[in-house]
């Protein structure tokens, strides 16, 4: 078992989906307009979250499966924005940048995890949307669990403010860089370029600006002998990055879209697969939104309730 590789997580399937207008701006990854009709963008969306879920499942992971019915809440697929949880006990709900992103919290979802795992305590921060302070979850930051780190690619949606209190909150050490695509535009989330595994990370380093800091973020992850895999601008925009590691009966996965498996090299399947067995999965239509399967799950990093003893 792996502290880092959650064994059960939550994924939200929508019956309307459609890239967000008001994320459009920052987020470079997404499609600036799908020419599909929204009743047959909607249906596709659902079949690749429906197709997530079964091969995760099939692989031994528990899923909560969430359905979404309503039409104002375009990203409600990427639920790892809002909410995180964490060993011992403990829950974060995060702020939100975009106004019609902030409804995607669900107390449904919080209920669920209390009823069915050890939850300590919620630390609620989507009060800080009020001063314009935001922190979008396991979006803006890319955890590492094991050596308490959080990463975060500078920007308005990885505010320090709030940033310093989770990790004060939290026990992580804040580690913070500028980074940018091929183009100058900055990263909108840290986890479209670099994932955190037991024994390895991706990483689009070149696109962390200063090369002193880009040295010391590949020391950094490369802690506890962890090997640093280093994805080129393309693979990063291909979702490589957007990739999430998982914990199966008597295996870790390294759970990613097909189009990210498609983009990696033979020797970089090679070396995630000395630890991990790849498992992509189709879903175009939510990559359209500017986010890939990591974005699409929220792990559950808390120990589980013992089940009801019948009478």
């Known amino acids: 078992m792996s502290a880092q590789a959650p064994s059960a997580v939550i994924l939200v399937r929508p019956r309307r989906f459609t890239p967000n207008p008001a994320t459009a701006a920052d987020n470079t990854f997404q499609a600036t307009q799908a020419s599909t009709r929204p009743e047959l963008l909607a ?22 499966m969430f359905d979404d019915h309503e039409h104002t809440r375009p990203d409600s ?4 924005n809002w909410l995180s949880t964490h060993a011992g006990g403990h829950v974060a709900v995060f702020p939100m940048y975009a106004p019609n992103r902030r409804h995607e919290r669900r107390t449904d979802v919080l209920e669920l995890l209390k009823n ?4 300590q305590d919620v630390i609620d921060y989507s009060g800080l949307e009020q001063d314009q302070v935001f922190l979008e979850g396991t979006g803006a930051m890319v955890l590492d669990h094991v050596d308490k780190v959080a990463y975060a690619a500078r920007s308005h949606r990885a505010d ?9 909150n939290f026990g992580y050490e804040p580690m913070v860089f500028d980074a940018a695509d091929s183009s100058g535009a900055a990263v909108y989330h840290t986890n479209v370029m670099m994932s955190v595994a037991t024994e390895f990370a991706l990483v689009g380093l070149d696109m962390i600006k200063s090369t002193i800091r880009r040295r010391e973020v590949a020391e950094r992850l490369a802690t506890r002998g962890r090997d640093v895999i280093t994805l080129t601008n393309h ?3 291909e979702f490589a990055g957007n990739a999430i590691e998982l914990q199966a009966p008597g295996q870790r996965l390294l759970a990613l ?5 498609a983009s990696l090299t033979t020797s970089q399947k ?42």
């Open 160 to 168: 320090p403010v709030a940033l310093e209190r989770f990790c004060t």
């Open 77 to 80: 697929v990427f639920p790892n």
């Open 257 to 261: 879209s097909r189009r990210a498996f």
């Open 235 to 237: 693979q990063v925009h």
């Open 116 to 119: 069915r795992y050890r939850v």
């Open 43 to 64: 249906a596709a969306a659902y079949k690749e979250v429906t197709a997530l879920a079964e091969a995760l499942e099939g692989a031994g992971i528990t899923v909560h």
């Open 270 to 311: 090679d070396l995630i697969q000395q630890s991990c067995t790849l498992l992509p999965v189709d879903v175009p239509t939510i990559e359209l939104a500017g986010g890939s399967v990591r974005c699409m799950i929220a792990g559950i990093h808390l120990s589980p309730r013992p089940a009801p003893v019948a009478v």
